[in-house]
């Protein structure tokens, strides 16, 4: 048997005692560690710390401003903010946003146009704890299946905002516009503190104009909340400022009736009262639901839109060029007397055509038999094309264009329309610049009557008629009457606010003799209430004097030895049909332009629309009723 070793106590000792002391002063270093660290965060770095516990704690948010109202001269209200609810992701407390999107679809309709634009706007998010929209306008019932479902879908809110509101809806969209959904684009060109709550603006005509104004000042407010960034409660809050309401020359009854009247039709109207350049309607037909775009159109309604062969995203009365037709004689005339080329006692024998040379081209006039021996008076009673031909003839394109100019055509004259266009004004210098082709005598002819490359808008031509109801005194057309004001205690003020860049009106136009006023105003006046005026039908029977002048523009060519024929053609290639006027011609109330596409003959088309449209305003008769609005008959 191997003999057995016996234990080492001594040396278990000495081991022990070792390592516990070991142990020991590894505790004491780390102990000094953690007290050197806790004096570093506790008393060194103590300030910063306690700033930063601050900002976690209290955070300055943004509050939108309410934007302004727009209401029409007669104070009806055209553009309100109402509440809407909205279903929100807030990404902070989202764990899987792609799982919580798929229990919303769950429980309330979300699209997938609406989800891809949500991953869109979550890209562009401005800051943490900012919830980003998944779909709007939630009705009573979704609200309720999404509440009850809240302790499931951690970071989901229904959020109430106040979204834009057009209760005419299509009545007034080519007129004020609307606004939308902000984009990064229009991010990068406002203030972006001052905008950085906003989630609409402006995007089309008054509402996009007149942005600074409606969009009011941005406030704030300092919030506790709590580890999650729920909001505990308001600490300090400065509210924001309002924007400012608009008060707007547009008649609404007057709008609903020219919108009436134009039912079906491709068509735009402009009235204007000339002593100021208000605008009192201006529709373009047909039109669209501008409340579609205020939180984003779905896909499908947008191609209904935009594929439409009536264009109904075009408005016709800013941004439609038309041939003038004969709605612009009165200012060749007028170009032609004031010049001294002729006299308005200037006669010229219509047999149905003109020529410059013996067996040359043939310039129709629009009545095949001719009118006989008309002077100034007669060719614009009775629209006589040849008239107008040998008196191009003889002045050239020179003062026509020049005289033309100073009435609008060619340019932008609006003070509040951004999206209106210049059209086309020819000139020697146009044609050598757009068309690299010299300028002839035979496009003279055509620029005589409206037509060649003559291009205006429904706009121009009403502007034009309000010059000359003035007698040469230019007002720019505008939409806004002025900007409500309200003291406390004191009745409303409208002013109008300082805009930088706004156009200023074109000189007044000056005649070398002021009595040819006279002389076109007759004109005009024949064409409505002469024996063989063109629109002497739409003249008849009137409670004031009409000034007028009717228009019937080609849309395609006619061979030479061909008549025309409506019956023949294509209803889009049909002529259009215009017209335009003001009245009363002693103490001017409206000028106004009609445009009917494909409608025929200004006279038979245009002229009674105009004629319903002024008996309207002036008189306060609703075609529709017959009845009279008391107000409006005491104007």
Not at 269 to 295: C, E, H, Q, R, W
Request: aromatic share 8%; charged share 30%; with cysteine.
């Amino acid at each position: 048997m191997a003999a057995e070793r016996l234990k080492d106590h001594s040396k278990e000792s000495r081991t022990f005692k070792f390592r516990a002391a070991l142990a020991f002063f590894i505790v004491v270093i780390m102990l000094g560690i953690l007290l050197g660290r806790i004096y570093y965060l506790q008393v060194i770095e103590h300030d910063r710390y306690v700033a930063m516990s601050e900002d976690n704690r209290v955070q300055l948010q943004p509050v939108p401003p309410t934007r302004g109202l727009i209401y029409d001269r007669n104070g009806v209200l055209l553009a309100d903010n109402r509440p809407s609810y909205s279903v929100t992701l807030l990404k902070e407390e989202v764990k899987d946003i792609e799982k919580t999107l798929v229990d919303l679809q769950a429980l309330i309709p979300i699209t997938d146009r609406e989800v891809e634009r949500f991953k869109k706007r979550l890209k562009q998010r401005r800051r943490p704890f900012q919830s980003v929209p998944v779909r709007f306008r939630l009705t009573e019932e979704e609200i309720a299946k999404i509440s009850v479902n809240y302790h499931r879908l951690p970071g989901v809110r229904v959020e109430a905002e106040l979204i834009r509101y057009y209760p005419y809806g299509e009545t007034l969209v080519h007129a004020m516009g609307y606004v939308g959904r902000i984009n990064e684009k229009e991010l990068k060109r406002v203030d972006q503190d001052n905008y950085a709550a906003t989630h609409y603006i402006g995007k089309l005509g008054i509402e996009k104009f007149y942005e600074d104004q409606l969009h009011g000042e941005v406030g704030f407010q300092k919030v506790e909340t709590n580890a999650r960034g729920r909001v505990m409660r308001i600490l300090e809050r400065t509210d924001p400022k309002p924007g400012k309401d608009l008060v707007l020359h547009l008649d609404l009854r007057l709008q609903q009736i020219t919108e009436k009247l134009l039912e079906g039709r491709r068509a735009s109207v402009v009235a204007m009262d000339p002593k100021t350049g208000g605008i009192l309607t201006l529709v373009s037909t047909p039109a669209y639901d501008p409340n579609l775009f205020v939180t984003g159109i779905s896909s499908k309604d947008y191609s209904a839109l935009r594929e439409s062969r009536d264009l109904p995203l075009f408005n016709r009365a800013i941004r439609g060029g038309y041939p003038p037709g004969s709605t612009i004689k009165q200012l060749v005339a007028l170009a032609a007397i004031d010049t001294g080329v002729v006299k308005p006692s200037y006669t010229v024998f219509d047999p149905g055509f003109y020529t410059l040379t013996r067996e040359g081209r043939k310039y129709r006039d629009w009545k095949r038999t001719g009118h006989g021996r008309v002077d100034m008076y007669d060719s614009l009673a009775q629209s006589c094309d040849v008239w107008y031909y040998d008196v191009a003839h003889k002045m050239g394109v020179d003062p026509m264009s020049d005289y033309l100019g100073k009435f609008g055509f060619g340019q932008v004259t609006s003070l509040d329309l951004p999206e209106a266009i210049g059209a086309i004004l020819p000139s020697r210098e146009w044609k050598k610049r757009a068309r690299k082709t010299p300028w002839y005598t035979g496009d003279s002819l055509n620029m005589s009557i409206g037509q060649g490359f003559f291009v205006a808008t429904p706009l121009q031509l009403a502007t034009a008629t309000a010059v000359v109801a003035n007698r040469g005194k230019w007002h720019s057309p505008r939409m806004l009457q002025g900007i409500k004001e309200a003291k406390e205690g004191e009745e409303p003020i409208l002013y109008m606010p300082d805009i930088a860049g706004v156009k200023r009106p074109l000189p007044d136009v000056k005649l070398n003799k002021e009595k040819h006023w006279d002389d076109i105003i007759r004109g005009m006046r024949e064409v409505m209430h002469g024996k063989r005026g063109t629109a002497r039908s739409s003249g008849a029977n009137s409670a004031y004097e009409i000034a007028g002048k009717t228009g019937t523009a080609q849309v395609v060519g006619i061979k030479q030895d061909e008549e025309y024929d409506a019956e023949k053609l294509a209803e889009i290639h049909r002529d259009h049909a215009l017209f335009v006027a003001f009245a009363p011609i002693d103490d001017p109330k409206i000028a106004i332009s009609v445009i009917v596409e494909n409608g025929g003959g200004g006279s038979s088309t245009a002229a009674p629309i105009a004629r319903q449209v002024m008996d309207a305003y002036l008189l306060g008769i609703d075609p529709f009723t017959e009845e009279t609005e008391p107000e409006v008959a005491a104007r």
